[in-house]
């Protein structure tokens, strides 16, 4: 599967730590994105980094990717109980004219006040 | 601006009927995604309209699923004869699409609609 898996399944902390989640891939990409989903609803996408970049920053977000390991991390510093919410790494393998972003599972971050 | 919506939010229906989705993407967004997400699951990737191009169905997991995309924009997705298992948020998403000069593309995504199948 060309699915990324993220770990960990579930993440709680305390308002105020720092967060990071992991999302490890199977075949090269073009580019990797971060979304967040409240309530089982939209997703919003978070930050987006190219396969030729390492490291991306957006406010309290800071992303990583690492291509020879096919992994990438997401952290969120000074964490927040607002900041409870799901998180998803998506994989683009864009293929010929098309763009598909493959979904992994999520992770469950619960940011305790 | 306008977001992608969806309608309708919730959806609730009989085993056997058949359902119709609404998308209506971000103006000028080329591209428009469907996605499936049972309870607790990551999203499962069901149709791809880019443009004037040939839709990708790959992900469609059954010939009851079907959807169109009328003049670029609108796009309906239909389900025919419903079974419990289709329960789930229907999600659309719309990005500027392929080939505009962005690289690869964000997606944004409506608020999605929720199917109980009873």
């Known amino acids: 599967s060309q699915q990324g898996e993220e770990d960990p399944q579930a ?15 199977k075949t090269s990409i073009n580019n990797l994105q971060w979304y ?5 609803r939209g997703l919003v996408h978070l930050i987006l980094i190219r396969s030729n970049e390492r490291e991306k ?12 390991k ?15 919410a799901s998180y998803f790494c998506a994989t683009d393998f864009r293929m010929a004219a098309n763009s598909k972003l493959t ?8 940011v305790r006040p | 601006g306008a977001g992608v919506s969806q309608s309708p939010s919730n959806k609730v229906t009989e085993k056997g009927k058949d359902v119709e989705l609404r998308c209506d993407p ?11 997400q049972s309870l607790g699951q990551g999203l499962e990737f069901l149709i791809y309209f880019q443009g004037n191009s040939a839709p ?26 419903t079974q419990q298992e289709d329960s789930a948020v229907y999600l ?12 690869t593309d964000t997606q944004y995504f409506g608020p999605g609609t929720r199917l109980t199948v009873l």
């Open chain 1, 11 to 25: 993440l709680s902390i305390q308002e105020g730590e720092n967060a990071t989640m992991n999302c490890s891939y």
């Open chain 2, 26 to 36: 971000i103006s000028g967004h080329t591209a428009l995604y469907w996605y499936r």
């Open chain 2, 56 to 81: 990708d169905k790959s992900g469609l997991p059954s010939d009851r699923f079907s959807a169109e995309r009328t003049g670029g924009s609108v796009s309906t997705l239909t389900i025919q004869r």
């Open chain 1, 103 to 110: 979904f992994g599972k999520g992770i469950t971050l619960s």
């Open chain 1, 70 to 84: 096919k992994s990438s991390s997401l952290l969120i510093t000074a964490s927040r109980a607002a900041d409870t």
């Open chain 2, 92 to 103: 659309c998403a719309s990005s500027l699409g392929w080939g505009v000069g962005l690289g």
């Open chain 1, 36 to 40: 967040r989903q409240n309530s089982g």
């Open chain 1, 57 to 68: 920053h957006s406010g309290r977000l800071r992303v990583t990717l690492d291509t020879s």
